[in-house]
Structure formats: structure tokens, C-alpha cells
């Protein structure tokens, strides 16, 4: 792909830097168990910013005494919701600046427009979260939403920043037939995710502490009835989660399989794109596949063996982040010089 900027190249440039901050921040406030830290929305405990003077705390706790204040926690709730919002001004003004230059040539306009309709959308998922006391299945709609909102942002940013060099002959027909490995792989690498996301919004991710083992066993004793329960009842809180102990590891262990699953296909597609010669510039896209793959899979075996770190459980958010923007980029690219080309 060669540089062809065009107008607001740079502006969502920023917007994918914010939004994946924003995904970073959400998924340390949940792994840090903070995203109760303030038990009301958009404020905090009543207040617009994070109580600190002791007066203030004690109106806090005056306010909520079911929900005790603790600035630990606080704190990222806060913070994610402050870049949440900010990625949400700065996707406003694309939008607007998309409807004042969309007479231009290669202008963009669906895109930032459904980009604005799908950052409102998470404002009232992140308002959910909390008012529904981080039900499974809100919680893991917003974490999808957040993967989405990044990834239509970086697509947004390929469309305004790159051309995409024209395939020709017994080169467009091979990049043709990589087409539905790189479909199949997005939508499984996005059904991976959702699976981690439920994983982490059920506290299902040491209910197998050992690996490759689960327990001890090759196949424990698992609910998947009772873990996949999408229909299950409003509680009145799920910090630390509800289900019981098969529940969980069915949870965990259908997100091993997913795993092993991404990894063939991911690892498949990776391969293909390596052996492509040298000239259609495929190759920089499987070699990065591939050792952003083997990062991911290292960080999701480190999560299991040291019994779910902080730091590393972030970094295989963030990982699995900036896998699904190389697998997008992946599908822009073999799509786009296959539709340059007539087809």
C-alpha cells in the first residue's frame, strides 16, 4: 500500500490511538474488578469528577452506603470514562467534517457516520454496566463494541491514508482466492473475542489454574448449558460473578477451543500470505500476523500458569486488539486491489 492522504487522515489517526486506549483502560478497570468503582453514571458517587476532599468522601458515602468508597477503584472507572468520552467528541467531529466534504472525491461519509452512531450507542452500554451491575451479557456487548468501534476506525484510516496498488492478472486471482481465509478468520478471531469477553464478565478465566490440562483433567466435569445461559435473569450484582464451578469451565474451556481454533485458521492464513512473492507486498502482513499470533497465544498461556496477572491479562486485551487490526488491514488490502481491479 502506498501513502495517499486524504483530508482528516490525521484526526483518525488520533481517534485509533484514543480508541485503543480506551479498549486498554476498559479492560484493566474490569480485570482490576474496578468497574463498579463508582456506582452511578456518567459522575461518580454524585459528583462530576472523583471524590478526594474528606468532606467529599463522606457525602459519598452518605449517598451509597451499600457501596463503600474505594479510591483504587475509582480512579480507572473514572479515567476510562473521561477517554471514553473524548473519543467520543473527537468521532463527533469526524462525522461533521464527513458531512461538510462529502461532495468530495473518495470522501467517506457512511463510515464516520455509522461510526457515530455506534460510539452512542456504547456510551448507554457503558451506562448499563453500571446500572445493571456488570451483567455477562452487557458487559461483553460493550467489550464488542469497543473491538468494533477500533476496528471501524482503523479501517476509516486505511481508506483515508493508503492506496491500495492494482492487481493485474495471474496476481489478482491469487489474491482473489486468499479472499474468504481472510473473511473466515476475521469472524472467527471476533467470535474469539466475544468468547473472551464472556470468559472475563462470567470470572471464568481460573476456572482451568493449569495447562494443557484443565484441573488436573483433559475434559472436567462442564455446564455448558448453565455457562452459556444468555438468558439468564438481571442479578442484583455480578462483581466476582454468579455461576457455578462447571458453569465456569465450560466458559473456559470453549475459549481453549476457540483458541486452538484461531490458531489453525490465523496460522493458515499467516502461512499463505508468506508465501506470496516478494513484489505484491503481502508478505510484511503474514509475518506480522504471525508474530502478533504467537504474542497473543504466549499472554493467554502466561494468564493460566501465573494465575492471571494484572499486567499480562491487559496485555492479551491489548494484544488481541491489535490482532484484529492487522487482520483487518489484511481484508482491506486483498479486497480492495480485487475491486480496483473489476472484480
Not at 490511538?17 to 456518567?42: E, I, K, N, Q, S
Not at 492487481?167 to 489478482?172: I, N
Not at 492479551?316 to 486488539?321: E, F, L, Q, S
Request: proline share 6%.
Amino acid at each position: 500500500m502506498y501513502p495517499d492522504r486524504k483530508p482528516g487522515f490525521r484526526l483518525a489517526l488520533v481517534a485509533v490511538a484514543l480508541a485503543m486506549t480506551v479498549v486498554v483502560l476498559g479492560a484493566f478497570t474490569r480485570l482490576a474488578d474496578a468497574g463498579l468503582g463508582c456506582p452511578d453514571w456518567p459522575g461518580c458517587y454524585g459528583f462530576l469528577g472523583i471524590p478526594m476532599a474528606e468532606e467529599s468522601i463522606g457525602v459519598a458515602q452518605m449517598r451509597y452506603p451499600d457501596a463503600p468508597y474505594e479510591f483504587h477503584k475509582a480512579w480507572p472507572e473514572m479515567v476510562h470514562r473521561y477517554f471514553a468520552g473524548g473519543l467520543g467528541l473527537v468521532i463527533l467531529v469526524m462525522a461533521g467534517l464527513a458531512l461538510r466534504r462529502r461532495r468530495e472525491v473518495d470522501q467517506p461519509l457512511k463510515l464516520p457516520l455509522a461510526l457515530l452512531g455506534l460510539v452512542m450507542l456504547q456510551g448507554a452500554f457503558g451506562a448499563w454496566t453500571v446500572t445493571l451491575r456488570l451483567w455477562p451479557q452487557v458487559v461483553t456487548a460493550h467489550l464488542l463494541g469497543g473491538f468494533a468501534t477500533l476496528s471501524l476506525l482503523w479501517l476509516l484510516t486505511l481508506r483515508l491514508g493508503w492506496r491500495v496498488p492494482r492487481a493485474e492478472g495471474d496476481s489478482r486471482n491469487l489474491q482473489r482466492a486468499l479472499v474468504p481465509l481472510a473473511l473466515i478468520a476475521l469472524v472467527v478471531l471476533v467470535m474469539q473475542i466475544g468468547l473472551g469477553g464472556w470468559t472475563s464478565s462470567n470470572y471464568a478465566a481460573l476456572a482451568c489454574p493449569d495447562f494443557p490440562t484443565c484441573q488436573g483433567e483433559w475434559w472436567p466435569d462442564a455446564d455448558f448449558a448453565h455457562g452459556f445461559d444468555l438468558a439468564q435473569a438481571v442479578g442484583p450484582n455480578y462483581l466476582g460473578g454468579l455461576l457455578y464451578g462447571e458453569g465456569r469451565v465450560a466458559i473456559h474451556l470453549a475459549h481453549r477451543i476457540g483458541a486452538l481454533v484461531a490458531i489453525l485458521i490465523l496460522g493458515l492464513l499467516a502461512l499463505r500470505l508468506l508465501r506470496q512473492p516478494r513484489e505484491r507486498g503481502l508478505r510484511g502482513f503474514g509475518l506480522g500476523l504471525l508474530v502478533v499470533l504467537a504474542l497473543q497465544v504466549a499472554l493467554g498461556i502466561a494468564n493460566v500458569v501465573l494465575s492471571l496477572p494484572l499486567a499480562v491479562a491487559t496485555a492479551h486485551n491489548a494484544v488481541g486488539a491489535a490482532l484484529l487490526l492487522v487482520l483487518v488491514s489484511v481484508n482491506y488490502r486483498l479486497l480492495a486491489a480485487t475491486r480496483k481491479s473489476g472484480g
